[in-house]
């Protein structure tokens, strides 16, 4: 029973159906719920720092259980799209209504979206890759497979990495730059492949193009079936997932930094290098994505056995509450910057 904890992660999805099955207040049920009662249940849970021992590690990664939690995430959030995109189109839906909406939705596919996506990203199979990237498809997103295996996890905490937040560098500041940055750098990161097996830019390997094209063909479906205000509904839903990731990118390196040898190269990627949080709550929310200094250590590894590393900076609180804290960026900086390792302030 341990093992399903992770069914947890569901809360979210169900909260979001509750407020289009009801309306009313209850839109901001999903907002409320992920921002207000789990940063309040992660304050009354302790901090679990146990890791695993080689025997239960082993067993779970025998336990197909885990991987299928993940892949339950792909009928789970294209069935809430068609869900809420078939509400909207017939109801007559309140601005405040419609916006409550469009925050639930997008908060869904931030967390069984995208946070799910990069979990199988990362993974060897194909099938689950194919799960990774079609869940990155309702948030626009498509690309972020490209920059963050290529791009993100070779520069991780170097100025040359766009997903990671500068030092007394605002949350908003860098939705800005960490959003456009990366874009650019998985075209620069694909031309790079492209060149390097002498194909041209028109190649049916060009990713890139697929995710335009993809993206596209997505949006254009539902404009036709849907009409202009259900896509704009889906477009903004979209945006408030990729922000909740942007969000979860500013707190992961925040004012980290790889120090340079002699020789003018940066020091491989440790431990030291990601903000770890063990809040139990944010842990299963988020299937271990708080225990990241673990998941760059080794990014092949699975999240249900990722480790606590006494290196690693710990955040004082779990990353839901963080990402409310980085809204305020005076409150961010006095409780952070006294965290970040003074060797790299001074770079």
Request: aromatic share 14%; proline share 4%; net charge positive.
């Amino acid at each position: 029973m341990k093992d399903l904890k992770y069914l947890a992660a569901f809360s979210i999805p169900i909260c979001a159906f509750i407020g289009l099955n009801l309306k009313g207040s209850w839109v901001w049920a999903t907002p409320i719920y992920a921002f207000v009662c789990i940063p309040v249940l992660e304050l009354i849970f302790p901090v679990d720092t146990e890791n695993d021992t080689p025997d239960v590690v082993e067993n779970k990664l025998k336990n197909r259980i885990f991987d299928w939690l993940l892949y339950l995430n792909l009928p789970i959030v294209f069935g809430l799209i068609a869900y809420a995109l078939t509400v909207v189109s017939n109801s007559v839906l309140s601005t405040n209504e419609f916006v409550g909406l469009i925050f639930s939705l997008g908060i869904v596919l931030g967390v069984n979206g995208i946070n799910v996506g990069h979990e199988l990203g990362h993974r060897q199979t194909t099938n689950e890759r194919f799960i990774g990237k079609a869940l990155l498809l309702p948030s626009l997103y498509m690309h972020f497979y490209i920059e963050h295996n290529y791009g993100h996890h070779l520069h991780a905490a170097t100025p040359e990495d766009p997903a990671t937040a500068r030092y007394n560098q605002s949350v908003y500041s860098f939705w800005l730059t960490s959003t456009f940055r990366q874009y650019f750098s998985a075209w620069r990161i694909q031309n790079k492949l492209l060149k390097n097996q002498k194909l041209s830019f028109f190649s049916i390997k060009n990713d890139m193009l697929w995710y335009i094209i993809i993206q596209l063909m997505y949006l254009s479906i539902l404009g036709f079936l849907f009409g202009k205000s259900v896509l704009l509904f889906a477009i903004l839903s979209g945006v408030v997932g990729f922000i909740l990731l942007e969000t979860v990118n500013y707190i992961e390196h925040y004012g980290l930094l790889r120090l340079k040898a002699k020789s003018g190269r940066y020091e491989r990627v440790k431990e030291m290098h990601s903000w770890n949080s063990n809040h139990v709550i944010g842990r299963i929310v988020l299937y271990e994505l708080t225990r990241h200094s673990d998941h760059h250590y080794k990014s092949s590894k699975k999240y249900q056995v990722l480790d606590c590393h006494d290196e690693s900076p710990q955040m004082p609180f779990g990353y839901p509450t963080s990402m409310v804290l980085a809204m305020v960026p005076p409150l961010w900086f006095k409780i952070m910057n006294k965290r970040v390792p003074k060797e790299m302030v001074l770079q």
